[in-house]
């Protein structure tokens, strides 16, 4: 069965104004230790039976901050499929030749780059430190290095930014010729600068309706581009679907390295401690580093079993106790039936939250099947 892996890298040279994930820009004297952790983690799990990942992911924070060597060393320790993907973030700003060749010797397969726009002046309004042409040289770079899979995050909605901003974020992007792209709404977080500044009334919120506008051009400007929806933020050509994504979106296992790395195995979710430091001690110890867990009962894992699979191209199976709320929903161009499935159509990913409370107070969520074999 597909297992995936998580390795949280919470590391940041600069950290932007939206951002809330565990990450911290005054830790750097703590890499060593941190990948020391992570290597210990992963040989405890190895004895204990982890079976082989068929995709690995490491997220951040910028892995890409961590010397390649130190990266390499985690993923050593990651026993895996033949054929398994493996995935890395990187900012633009922090890779080079030679650190990309030894990714691609040790098996990463494919890159992420945190790009958000390929704009300036939208780029300095969400206080990134690249540019464009820093964007250009990263993928020239992995391309040489000869990575076939990259990935683009773009962010749209940014106070500040014009439908055109956004048009050429997506123009430039295309024309770097990658497989796969990812587009967020700008969401504003409370305890963030830019929460905080909303808060304040110094800076304005994003417009609802200028994010619907702009999720619409991406939508159409990406299709015209040969690349499919299959989840509602990310978009890829035939085939290159970021599959560790996609175990997420179809409630697979997954373990969680790293503090605040989060994994769901076996039925169970649970979570790490949140700060580095908190994480080292704990594999110091020979303890765990979960901070908490959840087992959700049959009725809450079919609930959120069936909105995750709503936010996908293949939909959801839905029970046949809500059919009037489907054909209303279907009537208004929200869904599209296939089967016992339904889909979301462009209208209904643009409310997709309602769309999907509305089904799950009609009881559409069908009985979710056995959860998978505990891996932790």
């Not at 939206?18 to 703590?30: E, K, N, Q, S, V």
């Not at 770079?141 to 076939?148: N, S, V, Y």
Request: aromatic share 8%; with cysteine.
């Amino acid at each position: 069965m597909n297992l995936g892996v998580y390795v949280h890298v919470p590391f940041c040279a600069h950290r932007c104004d939206y951002c809330d994930f565990a990450t911290w820009t005054d830790r750097a004297h703590l890499q060593d230790a941190y990948v020391d952790a992570c290597v210990t983690d992963l040989e405890r799990r190895a004895a204990a039976g982890m079976p082989a990942a068929t995709s690995v992911f490491f997220g951040g924070g910028t892995p890409s901050l961590l010397p390649a060597d130190q990266l390499v060393r985690i993923l050593d320790k990651i026993d895996r499929a033949a054929d398994a993907e493996v995935t890395v973030e990187c900012n633009p700003d922090s890779v080079d030749a030679a650190k990309l060749a030894t990714y691609s010797r040790a098996g990463v397969n494919r890159l992420s780059f945190g790009v958000q726009s390929m704009v300036p002046h939208v780029l300095a309004l969400l206080n990134r430190t690249h540019d464009p042409a820093n964007v250009e040289r990263a993928v020239t770079l992995a391309r040489d290095a000869g990575f076939a899979r990259i990935n683009v995050d773009l962010i749209y909605g940014t106070p500040g930014e014009s439908l055109d901003d956004w048009r050429r974020s997506l123009a430039g992007a295309l024309a770097l010729e990658v497989e796969h792209v990812s587009a967020y709404a700008l969401t504003v977080e409370p305890a963030t600068p830019l929460g905080k500044a909303v808060a304040a009334g110094t800076r304005p919120a994003p417009d609802d309706d200028r994010q619907a506008d702009a999720y619409v051009v991406a939508d159409e400007t990406l299709s015209a581009a040969g690349f499919e929806w299959y989840e509602i933020s990310n978009w890829a050509r035939s085939g290159e679907a970021c599959r560790h994504n996609l175990l997420y979106w179809n409630e697979g296992d997954y373990v969680g390295i790293g503090c605040a790395a989060h994994g769901h195995t076996g039925g169970r979710r649970w979570w790490n401690v949140r700060t580095p430091e908190r994480y080292i001690t704990a594999i110091d110890a020979a303890t765990s580093a979960e901070a908490a867990d959840e087992s959700l009962d049959d009725s809450a894992r079919a609930e959120e079993s069936f909105a995750l699979a709503l936010r996908t191209r293949a939909g959801a199976v839905v029970a046949d106790g809500a059919s009037p709320t489907v054909d209303d929903l279907a009537c208004h161009g929200l869904l599209g039936r296939i089967g016992r499935r339904i889909v979301l159509t462009r209208d209904g990913r643009l409310v997709a939250s309602d769309v999907t409370a509305r089904l799950l107070l009609a009881g559409a969520a069908a009985s979710p099947g056995p959860p998978g074999t505990r891996y932790d």
